[in-house]
């Protein structure tokens, strides 16, 4: 049994690796190419269960977000469901994922295969994707509050959901909600409205969960972004 456990993590490993040298390709590879939209698909697909090493735990929240600025709508929908599965079973990943979510929306568009991934105010079906998606993953972290892997028989924290929640700023998810009020398109300002809706939401959900969190200011640094 030992053996064959040993064996297993062996094969999973390796796995990772090379799911790693994939994530690589596709950094330097044509975006819109239809070969790195079904890799990228099939890619993200594996997210959390047999993700790349380089996008364990809370550098899942550097890797993942960025391609929901993708210009294939299939692998902003397959970023999408991946960062929602990361952040219902990786507790220590769920305030990277969202602060990684909503830097993608304080960055401008960039042209070129090496520019910071970026939204366009004036890109209405991207802008609204990934507004869509900050609320996703926001209303699936709130939901997981309240599930069982999170809370103790005596209904108390565990100290992993702690040091997720004290790491928690909504301020970069507000302002990006902001910046996306002020598209010229109806349907990126309403995404926003409801995106801004389930961060409020969430943010009082954890403060009623752990009300001793609630006086604490964030200890975690976001870097300053560009504005549009």
């Not at 993590?9 to 790195?36: C, F, I, N, Y």
């Not at 902001?178 to 389930?198: F, G, I």
């Amino acid at each position: 049994a030992a053996a064959s456990s040993a064996t297993a993590s062996s094969l999973v490993k390796s796995l990772r690796r090379e799911l790693g040298a994939t994530a690589s390709a596709l950094q330097r590879a044509d975006p819109t190419s239809r070969a790195s939209v079904v890799v990228a698909t099939a890619l993200l697909r594996c997210v959390p269960f047999i993700a790349p090493e380089e996008w364990r735990g809370r550098a899942l929240g550097e890797a993942a977000p960025p391609l929901c600025a993708h210009p294939h709508p299939a692998v902003r929908a397959a970023a999408r469901d991946a960062m929602k599965r990361a952040v219902a079973s990786t507790v220590s990943a769920r305030d990277a994922i969202v602060q990684g979510a909503a830097g993608v929306l304080l960055s401008p568009a960039t042209s070129g295969q090496t520019g910071r991934a970026g939204i366009s105010l004036t890109d209405a079906d991207a802008a609204t994707s990934a507004a869509r998606t900050l609320r996703d993953v926001c209303e699936t972290w709130r939901l997981s509050l309240s599930s069982s892997s999170e809370l103790s028989s005596g209904g108390k924290s565990t100290s992993d959901s702690l040091r997720s929640i004290e790491t928690f700023d909504p301020s970069r998810s507000e302002a990006a909600g902001l910046l996306m009020m002020c598209s010229p398109h109806a349907e990126v300002r309403v995404a926003a409205v409801e995106m801004l809706r389930e961060v409020a939401k969430l943010s009082a959900a954890l403060r009623h969960a752990h009300p001793s969190n609630s006086s604490h200011p964030s200890n975690s640094s976001h870097p300053s972004n560009s504005s549009h």
